[in-house]
């Protein structure tokens, strides 16, 4: 493990390395504990660069077996080999040299996952960041593109499937029972790039034919046995290939495209040019082992991965902070093409809902950094909500502030201009002015400054003038390291809405420029005068979450009702609803806290009856607006001084009161929502099981176990099953239904432990304080391994982050034993130490008694004795 040297790296640090690698020739000879790599560099310096430079590589844990320069073994004293760099001080004279380097690595005692690995015996390499660095010694940096030619040689037994990155080469045997694979990849890359895969895995094949006819072969590499399940990945990829040639004339550009399934991954899946290396939980799925979720995440992170192929691989970042140029730009294309293959409205709900819940916490905690950072300790901990869905939203922006065309050019010129480049944001953003003519030097601080905007917005209508007057104020907090910020451009949807429901038109508007329905707030406060306003409308305010902000407005119950029932834009609607579920469970959770009754919000409960009803609406969006806020979007909306378990009381308090007003009706619906026919994963189908779902839960919430465990029991896929299982146990936790189906459904999946996966977070999400003996006891499952991260994620991770009650015990228990599980963890793997430390994030939120608790466990984790970057990076500005 690399422990922590407490450098911190900076944007404004940046320069052009002295040397350059043009061609990258690897040998892997595989073995499971000594692993011999040979790399071949061609190396130039760069022009203007004098000859007494030295070469500094980067290594990680490495162990240098030979060095040549020009074919000669290398001079004791022309290098000094440390295990994280290698520095060459007597460099050729020449402009151009080789350089071969042979390092010995031992696969299976890497369980960082950063690097060369095994996972279920094979063989597998993750290398971004920089994970590159441990294989050999490198200029391990995104902006050294190279040429790799690989080959790799291993038992013909262990390892029949040999993949690397672009284009296969020759294959054959070797004496001893070996052979050999040899892949060519045309594209330079940079180093993060690299993939290789060698073992024994079951495929599956298909061809996609592409816009100019070539025709490329695809294949997904699973266990054996599993080849069915990967089926729906296949037709999302074929699907993903041929959006991204129509919707943004992007094409592939290699003969082939490999993805390979592996059961112990950091993340989702890496883009690797060729060759996409998955957590199988993001490639596995049929009726009976997957829910309706996995099969759209599955859908949407193949598609993300591909969709980088352009936005990261063919254009790659400079340097590590500008790791949004990649990941919100693709995030951004992966949440079109979902919107495109599903429900546009649905899916923008989704999409905002996982950034409140995910990226608002940063930016209003401890860990919040602008979506482009300026520095960092450890590159690894900035894979965060803000880079990624921050990130999207502001790509997003662009496109709502210069039009689809606009937007389509501009990115049709980023692509034209930098391929083949380590681009920037400031490159990206020039595209877009260069189309448009317009200025986006003010929009750009949505990369620059940390923190959610919010807008005040006061509204006065005059009958007399027939006018109406908004006054928009904006403000952005403070956040850690930047107390002062600068005014942002911000593009406001928005629409007046009449009592007819429909959008009231105005002649005239002056104060600042509105086009398309989109207000453009620049300045602190904005007077914008609508004329010819027919009468006092509704305001529907940042439509389609036009941009990612907070508002207040001083709007009354009487029109969030209305425009729960009648705005036209959707997403609106559906906040219109969700904020009055919200101020409901604030205002009922204070009570619960004061020892009083929760009043129950009569018009509420009977407008979730009418929604649950509306049949103009589809079932998906009806699940969704009929969906409570989580107890962490109730706390985080509340702000400071938390208290866990009055959220719980009063959510439970308000579900059970929907679902008893509304039991008769609720019930039949659920009836007539009954799955009839053949499964299919589409998202009418998944929506109407949703909406049943949501249906279960709400009369389960009002006291019937029945339909539950009848479920559960009469399930034919796994969206109904473990639906009616999570139903069982939050809601009659301990009952011998809920048992009687906590043992089948082991039982069932036994052998599966990525299904198993759920029934660990089904129960470590069961609220309340008794459950962190359930964790406890279920690490000492035999399915259970904290050494692969989807268990761990499944049950700790579950646990920490959504089990408000559970984790935050007033007695601290729950952070003690999370801080003994994060420790131990690091010893392995510390990135998913650290990321499963940033749930302690937003602890200064909490009551006194539990925030003075949660301090003490922070403060145990950073004074542990060599401690690696990842973790205490994290601790240290957690507690800053
Ligand atoms: N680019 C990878 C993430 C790598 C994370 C490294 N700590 C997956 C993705 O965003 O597509
Ligand atoms: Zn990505």
Same mark, same amino acid.
């Given at each position: 493990m690399r422990?922590?040297?407490?450098?911190?790296?900076?944007?404004?640090?940046?320069?052009?390395?002295?040397?350059?690698?043009?061609?990258?020739?690897?040998?892997?000879?595989?073995?499971?504990?000594?692993?011999?790599?040979?790399?071949?560099?061609?190396?130039?310096?760069?022009?203007? &660069?004098?000859?007494?430079?030295?070469?500094?590589?980067?290594?990680?844990?490495?162990?240098?077996?030979?060095?040549?320069?020009?074919?000669?073994?290398?001079?004791?004293?022309?290098?000094?080999?440390?295990?994280?760099?290698?520095?060459?001080?007597?460099?050729?004279?020449?402009?151009?040299?080789?350089?071969?380097?042979?390092?010995?690595?031992?696969?299976?005692?890497n369980k960082a996952l950063m690097g060369?690995y095994?996972?279920?015996? %094979?063989?597998?390499?993750q290398?971004?960041?920089?994970g590159?660095?441990r294989?050999?010694?490198?200029?391990?940096?995104?902006?050294?593109?190279?040429?790799?030619?690989?080959?790799?040689?291993?038992?013909?037994?262990?390892?029949?499937?040999?993949?690397?990155?672009?284009?296969?080469?020759?294959?054959?045997?070797?004496?001893?029972?070996?052979?050999?694979?040899?892949?060519?990849?045309?594209?330079?890359?940079?180093?993060?790039?690299?993939?290789?895969?060698?073992?024994?895995?079951?495929?599956?094949?298909?061809?996609?034919?592409?816009?100019?006819?070539?025709?490329?072969?695809?294949?997904?590499?699973?266990?054996?046995?599993?080849?069915?399940?990967?089926?729906?990945?296949?037709?999302?990829?074929?699907?993903?290939?041929?959006?991204?040639?129509?919707?943004?004339?992007?094409?592939?550009?290699?003969?082939?495209?490999?993805?390979?399934?592996?059961?112990?991954?950091n993340?989702?899946?890496?883009?690797?040019?060729?060759?996409?290396?998955?957590?199988?939980?993001?490639?596995?799925?049929?009726?009976?082992?997957?829910?309706?979720?996995?099969?759209?995440?599955?859908?949407?992170?193949?598609?993300?991965?591909?969709?980088?192929?352009?936005?990261?691989?063919?254009?790659?970042?400079?340097?590590?902070?500008?790791?949004?140029?990649?990941?919100?730009?693709?995030?951004?294309?992966?949440?079109?093409?979902?919107?495109?293959?599903?429900?546009?409205?649905?899916?923008?709900?989704?999409?905002?809902?996982?950034?409140?819940?995910?990226?608002?916490?940063?930016?209003?905690?401890?860990?919040?950094?602008?979506?482009?950072?300026?520095?960092?300790?450890?590159?690894?901990?900035?894979?965060?909500?803000?880079?990624?869905?921050?990130?999207?939203?502001?790509?997003?922006?662009?496109?709502?502030?210069?039009?689809?065309?606009?937007?389509?050019?501009?990115?049709?010129?980023?692509?034209?201009?930098?391929?083949?480049?380590?681009?920037?944001?400031?490159?990206?953003?020039?595209?877009?002015?260069?189309?448009?003519?317009?200025?986006?030097?003010?929009?750009?601080?949505?990369?620059?400054?940390?923190?959610?905007?919010?807008?005040?917005?006061?509204?006065?209508?005059?009958?007399?003038?027939?006018?109406?007057?908004?006054?928009?104020?904006?403000?952005?907090?403070?956040?850690?390291?930047?107390?002062?910020?600068?005014?942002?451009?911000?593009?406001?949807?928005?629409?007046?809405?009449?009592?007819?429901?429909?959008?009231?038109?105005?002649?005239?508007?002056?104060?600042?420029?509105?086009?398309?329905?989109?207000?453009?707030?620049?300045?602190?406060?904005?007077?914008?005068?609508?004329?010819? &306003?027919?009468?006092?409308?509704?305001?529907?305010?940042?439509?389609?979450?036009?941009?990612?902000?907070?508002?207040?407005?001083?709007?009354?119950?009487?029109?969030?009702?209305?425009?729960?029932?009648?705005?036209?834009?959707?997403?609106?609607?559906?906040?219109?609803?969700?904020?009055?579920?919200?101020?409901?469970?604030?205002?009922?959770?204070?009570?619960?806290?004061?020892?009083?009754?929760?009043?129950?919000?009569?018009?509420?409960?009977?407008?979730?009856?009418?929604?649950?009803?509306?049949?103009?609406?589809?079932?998906?969006?009806?699940?969704?607006?009929?969906?409570?806020?989580?107890?962490?979007?109730?706390?985080?909306?509340?702000?400071?001084?938390?208290?866990?378990?009055?959220?719980?009381?009063?959510?439970?308090?308000?579900?059970?009161?929907?679902?008893?007003?509304?039991?008769?009706?609720?019930?039949?619906?659920?009836?007539?929502?009954?799955?009839?026919?053949?499964?299919?994963?589409?998202?009418?189908?998944?929506?109407?099981?949703?909406?049943?779902?949501?249906?279960?839960?709400?009369?389960?919430?009002?006291?019937?176990?029945?339909?539950?465990?009848?479920?559960?029991?009469?399930?034919?896929?796994?969206?109904?099953?473990?639906?009616?299982?999570?139903?069982?146990?939050?809601?009659?936790?301990?009952?011998?239904?809920?048992?009687?189906?906590?043992?089948?459904?082991?039982?069932?999946?036994?052998?599966?432990?990525?299904?198993?996966?759920?029934?660990?977070?089904?129960?470590?999400?069961?609220?309340?304080?008794?459950?962190?003996?359930?964790?406890?006891?279920?690490?000492?499952?035999?399915?259970?391994?904290?050494?692969?991260?989807?268990?761990?994620?499944?049950?700790?991770?579950?646990?920490?982050?959504?089990?408000?009650?559970?984790?935050?015990?007033?007695?601290?228990?729950?952070?003690?034993?999370?801080?003994?599980?994060?420790?131990?963890?690091?010893?392995g793997n510390p990135q998913l130490?650290?990321?499963?430390?940033?749930?302690?994030?937003?602890?200064?939120?909490?009551?006194?008694?539990?925030?003075?608790?949660?301090?003490?466990?922070?403060?145990?984790?950073?004074?542990?004795?060599?401690?690696s970057?990842?973790?205490?990076?994290? %601790?240290?500005?957690?507690?800053?």
């Amino acid at each position: 493990m690399r422990t922590d040297t407490g450098q911190v790296f900076k944007l404004e640090d940046y320069r052009p390395s002295d040397y350059l690698i043009e061609r990258t020739n690897l040998v892997f000879r595989l073995d499971a504990e000594r692993t011999e790599v040979v790399a071949e560099l061609a190396v130039r310096r760069r022009n203007g &660069v004098s000859d007494d430079a030295p070469l500094i590589l980067d290594g990680d844990g490495l162990d240098l077996a030979g060095l040549e320069i020009d074919g000669i073994a290398a001079n004791a004293n022309a290098y000094t080999a440390a295990p994280d760099q290698l520095t060459i001080h007597a460099v050729p004279a020449d402009r151009q040299f080789r350089l071969k380097i042979v390092t010995r690595l031992s696969p299976d005692t890497n369980k960082a996952l950063m690097g060369l690995y095994r996972s279920n015996g %094979v063989y597998c390499t993750q290398c971004e960041a920089e994970g590159f660095r441990r294989i050999t010694y490198f200029l391990d940096r995104p902006d050294i593109l190279s040429v790799y030619s690989v080959r790799i040689e291993a038992d013909r037994d262990a390892a029949p499937l040999m993949l690397s990155n672009g284009n296969p080469g020759k294959r054959s045997d070797l004496p001893d029972g070996r052979h050999f694979a040899e892949w060519h990849d045309p594209h330079p890359k940079p180093s993060y790039l690299f993939a290789l895969v060698a073992g024994d895995l079951g495929v599956v094949r298909d061809t996609f034919r592409t816009m100019t006819g070539r025709k490329v072969d695809l294949a997904i590499h699973v266990e054996h046995g599993k080849e069915a399940r990967a089926a729906y990945a296949m037709d999302a990829l074929k699907r993903s290939m041929a959006w991204d040639e129509e919707k943004f004339g992007r094409e592939y550009d290699l003969e082939v495209f490999n993805i390979v399934a592996v059961s112990d991954f950091n993340m989702g899946a890496m883009e690797n040019k060729g060759l996409n290396i998955f957590n199988d939980k993001y490639v596995l799925a049929d009726e009976d082992t997957a829910t309706d979720a996995d099969f759209a995440n599955i859908e949407a992170i193949i598609a993300h991965e591909y969709f980088h192929n352009w936005t990261g691989n063919r254009i790659t970042c400079r340097d590590w902070f500008q790791l949004c140029l990649k990941e919100g730009l693709t995030v951004y294309r992966d949440h079109e093409f979902s919107a495109d293959q599903r429900s546009r409205a649905v899916k923008r709900i989704a999409e905002v809902r996982t950034l409140r819940a995910h990226q608002f916490p940063e930016d209003q905690g401890p860990l919040a950094h602008p979506v482009r950072p300026r520095r960092y300790r450890e590159i690894n901990n900035f894979y965060t909500a803000t880079v990624y869905e921050k990130g999207s939203e502001v790509v997003r922006m662009i496109r709502t502030i210069l039009g689809g065309e606009l937007f389509r050019k501009g990115m049709d010129l980023y692509f034209k201009r930098h391929d083949g480049e380590a681009a920037t944001v400031e490159d990206f953003l020039r595209v877009f002015e260069d189309v448009s003519r317009r200025d986006l030097s003010q929009f750009a601080l949505w990369y620059h400054q940390a923190g959610t905007p919010h807008l005040a917005v006061d509204a006065r209508y005059s009958t007399s003038e027939r006018a109406l007057t908004l006054t928009i104020e904006q403000s952005v907090p403070p956040t850690p390291g930047e107390s002062r910020k600068r005014l942002m451009h911000i593009p406001l949807a928005f629409g007046l809405v009449g009592s007819d429901g429909k959008d009231l038109d105005w002649s005239a508007v002056e104060g600042a420029t509105v086009s398309d329905g989109v207000i453009d707030v620049r300045k602190r406060r904005h007077t914008v005068r609508f004329e010819g &306003v027919e009468e006092r409308p509704c305001l529907s305010l940042n439509r389609e979450f036009s941009a990612p902000i907070t508002i207040s407005a001083e709007e009354t119950e009487e029109d969030r009702l209305f425009l729960a029932r009648h705005d036209s834009d959707l997403f609106s609607r559906w906040q219109a609803l969700n904020t009055l579920m919200t101020d409901a469970l604030i205002a009922a959770s204070g009570k619960v806290r004061g020892g009083r009754a929760p009043q129950m919000p009569g018009k509420l409960i009977a407008l979730c009856g009418e929604i649950a009803g509306s049949h103009e609406l589809e079932p998906a969006y009806r699940a969704l607006a009929l969906t409570l806020p989580s107890e962490t979007d109730i706390a985080r909306e509340i702000g400071s001084d938390i208290d866990p378990d009055a959220i719980l009381a009063a959510r439970n308090a308000l579900a059970a009161a929907i679902g008893k007003e509304n039991g008769a009706a609720f019930a039949r619906l659920y009836d007539e929502l009954a799955d009839t026919g053949a499964f299919s994963p589409d998202a009418a189908s998944a929506g109407k099981r949703a909406l049943r779902n949501v249906l279960l839960d709400y009369l389960a919430a009002a006291g019937d176990a029945e339909r539950a465990d009848a479920q559960f029991r009469a399930a034919t896929n796994m969206t109904e099953r473990a639906a009616a299982l999570g139903v069982l146990a939050n809601r009659h936790p301990g009952s011998p239904q809920t048992l009687a189906a906590l043992t089948a459904f082991e039982e069932r999946y036994r052998g599966d432990p990525l299904v198993l996966d759920k029934w660990f977070t089904i129960q470590a999400v069961v609220p309340g304080h008794e459950t962190l003996d359930t964790v406890r006891a279920l690490t000492k499952h035999p399915a259970f391994q904290f050494a692969n991260p989807n268990r761990v994620r499944a049950l700790i991770g579950a646990f920490s982050s959504a089990n408000q009650t559970g984790f935050h015990r007033p007695d601290g228990e729950s952070y003690r034993y999370f801080a003994d599980i994060v420790l131990e963890i690091e010893r392995g793997n510390p990135q998913l130490a650290a990321r499963l430390a940033t749930t302690l994030r937003s602890w200064r939120q909490l009551e006194p008694g539990r925030r003075a608790l949660a301090r003490e466990t922070l403060q145990r984790i950073a004074s542990a004795e060599g401690l690696s970057a990842d973790l205490r990076d994290i %601790v240290e500005r957690t507690l800053a």
